[in-house]
């Protein structure tokens, strides 16, 4: 009976055994675990959590390994709250995090993107797999258009710009645009090639080329390239600058340009510019009708084709035409013929030329021009710029000797502004030099040198001279005026005399007498003498008859002895006046402390009243020179009166 009971047990243990292998029909085999997403950008530090969050904090003893090739390579142990990292890539940057089996990597690098494991035996949990993605943003987009340029009529496709983003994790996706939109690939017509680099540090950098075939249309067209990529905080995109390319075809028309586009005058600087559709602008010919013949004739432009008319004259009026020759397809084109119109006045005249005309006469004066155009006529007063009247004539009636002098005449064109001609006309009116001034006096200093000029009109024109010896000077403001300038020396004969200046024609003579003062700075206070600012710098030649660097009005020296009169007499007052007070207040008489007036009281029967009354009629100039004797300044208000009440 063993034998067979062996023989059972032995069937029924393969049976098991057979089983086993081949697995029981209705026995789901255990699915894998999902592994956690973990997202970090380059160079930051990412938790690794061993576990749900409930469950990890809990964990005293676990370990962590790094998944490579289906592999498990230990990298961090957990005993007991201490960590303990494994040799190699990650023993430095890997730490302990609180009191579980949580650990920190810090540091991260592209090369971080894999999966991780944390195995758990106390408390015994399912392991957990981590897998971390890395991100990083690209560059700043860098774009290089073709300098070279396209030509329209090539049917291959062309480069027309590279687009380089450096850097990036993982690689971004680069997206063409024209004109802000965006290009896809067409067979013939659009192509994309894209390549990139993979750097030491795991970085990307992605280089895309893209090739077109680009039409006249495009010669202003934008191209730009933008990358797009994702990082933990979600989608973003960089953008390149904008480019052009440059397309060349052939012109299809050809015209003339004139520059200022405006109505042009003679004067003007004018350019003449041929222009055509075609880029690049082909070889220019400018031709100019014959005014005689009616053929165009051509004319010399500088290199660049252009003419320039600098100024432009009337003689340049005229058709002009633009001829162009394509070098590449020889073909030949020319514009419409364009017209230069160069406005012009010229040739203005005024008649009578010389007008003369005794006072109380009348004149006519007719003003004629030539133009291309209607004239407008003005009459301006030359002196004053007072307009007279409009129209070519105009009419002087009952002429009076200050009429006499220069008449403009203005020739203008309405409809071209600043385009206008004048001409000027001196009207004489007859009579006998007319003096600016008849009598001047003049303050000097002896041994100055004094500049004293003189003016006369008349006509005719006439001539001036002097009663002293001097160097003169003369010069004529207008055909009617002479002014004269004599320099001289101030000599005690010439106080005496004076100068005079006689200006005389052919219809009388007229005079000028100039009375020299002699005035010194030692009759001067200092503020007299900054007030009158006396100088002996010499004049201007052409300053007028009135105006004179040394005419000051100054005291008279005649009144020197009023001076020391009234000097003395204020003395004599003042000494009087002191003792008075004196001998009052040593009375006891007399109050302390007060101002303003004091009334000196006496008995009753010795009250009669006198008022002495000490009131300077010297001019105003006489009272500083007093005040400068005396050392006395007169306060602020002070009109050169006391009033002294005494009560005999």
Not at 362 to 369: D, Q
Not at 505 to 514: A, F, K
Not at 626 to 632: K, M
Request: aromatic share 6%.
């Amino acid at each position: 009976m063993g034998l067979p009971w062996l023989v059972c047990a032995f069937l029924l243990a393969a049976c098991c055994c057979c089983r086993r292998a081949a697995g029981v029909p209705g026995e789901e085999k255990q699915p894998a675990p999902t592994p956690e997403l973990v997202e970090a950008e380059v160079g930051s530090t990412v938790l690794l959590k061993c576990g749900a969050s409930h469950s990890s904090g809990n964990v005293s003893h676990a370990d962590w390994f790094l998944i490579h090739k289906e592999r498990q390579i230990p990298i961090f142990h957990v005993r007991q709250g201490q960590g303990q990292n494994e040799p190699g890539e990650y023993e430095h940057r890997l730490s302990l995090q609180g009191s579980g089996a949580n650990v920190v990597l810090s540091q991260i690098t592209p090369h971080d993107e894999r999966t991780f494991l944390c195995k758990s035996k106390r408390p015994r949990l399912q392991d957990h797999y981590i897998e971390l993605q890395v991100y990083k943003a690209p560059e700043e987009p860098t774009i290089q258009a073709n300098v070279v340029g396209i030509h329209v009529d090539r049917k291959e496709l062309r480069e027309v710009a590279t687009c380089v983003g450096r850097n990036g994790y993982p690689i971004p996706q680069v997206i063409w645009y024209k004109n802000r939109q965006p290009l896809q690939e067409e067979e013939n017509r659009v192509q994309i090639q894209s390549s990139q680099i993979v750097e030491s540090s795991g970085l990307y950098t992605l280089q895309s080329v893209l090739h077109a075939q680009l039409a006249k249309e495009d010669k202003n067209a934008q191209f730009y390239c933008e990358l797009s990529y994702r990082l933990p905080s979600g989608n973003h995109m960089k953008e390149s600058r904008e480019v052009t390319v440059p397309v060349f075809y052939p012109a299809e028309k050809v015209w003339v340009e004139i520059e200022p586009m405006r109505a042009l005058k003679e004067g003007d600087r004018v350019k003449i510019t041929c222009l055509s559709d075609g880029n690049p602008q082909p070889h220019f010919t400018i031709n100019k009708e014959n005014s005689i013949t009616g053929e165009m004739e051509e004319i010399i432009t500088d290199e660049n084709g252009i003419l320039a008319l600098e100024p432009a004259q009337r003689q340049h009026n005229g058709l002009y035409q633009c001829q162009s020759l394509d070098l590449e397809t020889t073909i030949t084109l020319s514009s419409d013929p364009q017209e230069l119109l160069v406005n012009y006045v010229s040739d203005v005249q005024v008649s009578p030329s010389a007008p003369e005309a005794q006072e109380g006469d009348s004149l006519t004066l007719t003003c004629e021009a030539e133009s291309n155009q209607a004239l407008e006529f003005q009459w301006l007063r030359d002196k004053t710029g007072q307009l007279l009247g409009k129209g070519p004539v105009l009419y002087l009636n009952n002429l009076k000797r200050q009429e006499a002098g220069q008449y403009l005449c203005m020739a203008s064109v309405p409809n071209v502004p600043g385009l206008n001609r004048t001409q000027l006309v001196s009207v004489g009116i007859f009579g006998s030099p007319w003096m600016a001034i008849k009598e001047r006096k003049v303050w000097v200093q002896e041994n100055a040198v004094l500049n004293l000029s003189c003016e006369a009109s008349g006509h005719p024109q006439p001539t001036i001279s002097w009663n002293v010896n001097g160097s003169v000077t003369e010069w004529n403001p207008d055909p009617q005026t002479v002014v004269s300038t004599l320099n001289v020396l101030v000599t005690p004969e010439l106080l005496k005399t004076g100068a005079e200046c006689t200006a005389s024609n052919s219809l009388g003579p007229n005079t000028t007498i100039i009375i020299l003062k002699l005035v010194t700075l030692t009759t001067l206070t200092p503020d007299f003498s900054q007030t009158t600012g006396l100088s002996t710098s010499t004049a201007s030649p052409h300053s007028r008859a009135n105006s004179t660097s040394t005419e000051k009005k100054l005291p008279p020296p005649e009144s020197k002895g009023v001076v020391i009169v009234a000097v003395i007499v204020c003395i004599l007052v003042l000494a009087l006046l002191g003792a008075t007070l004196y001998f009052f207040y040593k009375k006891g008489k007399l109050p302390c402390g007060r101002s303003g007036k004091q009334e000196i009281t006496l008995p009753p029967t010795r009250k009669s009243e006198f008022v002495v009354e000490v009131k300077s009629d010297k001019f105003p100039e006489e009272m500083a020179l007093l005040q400068g004797s005396n050392g006395d300044k007169r306060a602020p208000g002070d009109q050169g009166e006391k009033y002294i009440d005494l009560k005999h």
